[in-house]
């Protein structure tokens, strides 16, 4: 058979289909893929300029007596919603651009996200009856069409006529013979039934799709469906979502707050850094952000208060018992000291007058929270001049880890840098971690009443010859009430060995180094490539 108004490859793939109703999705996907189909012979039914209460473009290329052939047109951020296809037994979906496609698990009730990832351009996957999945274009700016053929054995009018679209705001399946849009007015609306329960990251994600849809179209188009948009942004950031993210993580947390469901985790961290972006552009819209204060405030929380409290109290009075330290006579230089949080404690409980205490960091936002607790210098320690403040100073103190930020190749420099602000006698004493870190850190921090949360995903990666821990992080607050989402991004530590950190301290402190847990506070000996907490503290005489 010749179809004239198909280009040669649609041709070939109606042509089988004529010739066999009996398909698998698999068979379907082959044929796709063998086809040979380019976007050029897509054009012809492109849609592009669909009507922005369509979330998509749809043409039909061709009908037959028990298969269609269409074509969707994605602009960017175009996105389907969770649907199945009606009484498709067969089919599949080629796609000519960088798609996003995630599938779901409707069981019991229930509906969860399966899989969410990035497709390439020219993928294609298979559709069977029991598919329920949604796709879309995430990218910013590349427009791209997508080949989707349905089948059954026997013939039919509408092969994806009473597809279920499921709404999770309204809470509904709804049956429909069109597009599996957002918003869909009632008239495209045939009966509706109760909609499975979603888990978070899926109701979160519906969400945030369906509010970004909603604002490109014009409110009289979703009001005579009963959205607003307040609701639905209520929805993705309202408090009450607190509780049903902390069961969410208990259940997928062991009591070390590790994760326990890779998959779910990731599909987690995904939808809520879309919640995250949606914030940031929501923000940018309105009032000035002030993300780096927020950041600030959540690493108090989630970071140095429970650091603090957990071991870097504890390794501070056995350093002042230890080594028999008077601090209302010393002279105190911290670098790095972030918010100032363990500097105010050395004030408060130590007794370091005020006056004497300085503490120094390269972040402006952090130094703009340290400035409420301690006096303090925006400096690079990497640029610091032989003497810091006109004096040498009687401790030099490092806290967090802060060496590990630093280049990995000016590791070395930083200690002899801190050396050399030391008077002779004078004692450094700073907290490092162990090259194998990565097997005590949590996948999940919360602050002491649970009202922020640090997602975090570490993994081990190797840059010239070195050896870091990079963590990806995302942080969820509901401090002032409304769920406030931060994606911190990737933060990468530099993994030294423990002999080369004491090697380096040996070389530029003549008066003895000292390497304990920092939990423990067990020395550590000389042969040593670990310890058990991970963390270890170094206390160098010069
Ligand atoms: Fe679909």
Redesign the pocket.
């Given at each position: 058979m010749v179809f004239h108004n198909l280009p040669p490859s649609l041709q070939s793939i109606a042509n089988h289909l004529h010739q066999n109703r009996h398909l698998t999705p698999g068979q379907m996907r082959k044929l796709l893929l063998g086809a040979n189909v380019q976007p050029i012979d897509l054009l012809p039914w492109a849609d592009f300029d669909h009507p922005d209460a369509d979330s998509y473009g749809r043409k039909m290329a061709y009908k037959g007596p028990n298969f269609e052939i269409m074509v969707m047109s994605w602009k960017p951020g175009d996105f389907?919603s969770i649907?199945?296809?009606g009484h498709t037994q067969w089919g599949a979906?080629q796609v000519f651009g960088h798609a996003e496609h995630a599938t779901f698990r409707v069981d019991s009730g229930r509906i969860s996200t399966l899989a969410r990832w990035q497709m390439e351009p020219f993928e294609a996957v298979g559709?069977h009856h029991d598919?329920v999945?949604q796709?879309g274009n995430p990218t910013k700016d590349q427009p791209f069409l997508s080949l989707?053929v349905y089948g059954e054995p026997k013939d039919d009018a509408s092969i994806t006529g009473d597809a279920r679209v499921f709404d999770l705001f309204k809470q509904q399946i709804q049956h429909v013979d069109g597009g599996?849009f957002f918003a869909l007015p009632p008239a495209a609306v045939g009966f509706t039934e109760p909609a499975p329960i979603p888990d978070f990251p899926t109701k979160t994600r519906f969400h945030i799709e369906l509010f970004r849809r909603m604002r490109k179209m014009a409110p009289s188009d979703y009001q005579r469906s009963g959205y607003t948009l307040e609701e639905v942004q209520s929805a993705i950031y309202a408090p009450q979502n607190r509780d049903f993210l902390l069961r969410c993580l208990e259940a997928n947390s062991n009591s070390d707050g590790r994760q326990t469901n890779s998959v779910y985790w990731r599909i987690l961290n995904h939808e809520l850094k879309e919640a995250a972006k949606l914030l940031r552009e929501l923000q940018e819209e309105t009032t000035q952000s002030d993300r780096f204060h927020r950041y600030a405030e959540f690493y108090d929380a989630v970071i140095g208060q429970p650091s603090l409290d957990q071991f870097m109290r504890q390794y501070l009075e056995f350093f002042t018992h230890q080594y028999r330290i008077s601090w209302p006579d010393q002279s105190v230089l911290s670098l790095g000291c972030g918010t100032g949080l363990a500097e105010r404690h050395l004030i408060d409980q130590f007794h370091v007058p005020y006056a004497q205490l300085w503490g120094t960091d390269i972040s402006p936002a952090m130094l703009a929270e340290a400035r409420k607790r301690i006096q303090a210098w925006e400096l690079d320690l990497l640029a610091m001049e032989e003497n810091t403040g006109g004096h040498p100073w009687d401790i030099v103190y490092s806290g967090l880890n802060v060496f590990h930020y630093l280049p990995h190749t000016a590791f070395e420099q930083a200690v002899k840098a801190a050396a050399s602000q030391l008077r002779p006698g004078g004692y450094f004493l700073g907290d490092f971690i162990t090259p194998d870190h990565i097997r005590w850190y949590p996948n999940i921090l919360y602050s002491h009443n649970k009202q922020v949360i640090s997602l975090r995903t570490p993994q081990l990666v190797e840059d010239q010859g070195a050896m870091f821990q990079e963590s990806e992080i995302v942080n969820i607050s509901f401090a002032d009430g409304p769920m406030e989402v931060t994606y911190a991004g990737k933060h990468k530590r530099f993994l030294p060995p423990m002999n080369r950190v004491r090697r380096y301290f040996e070389r530029y402190f003549g008066g003895g180094v000292d390497l304990y847990d920092a939990v423990t506070l067990a020395p550590i000996p000389e042969v040593a490539d670990s310890c058990p907490s991970t963390r270890y503290i170094v206390i160098a005489k010069k």
């Open positions: 389907s649907h199945d296809h979906v559709v598919l999945h796709m989707h599996v």
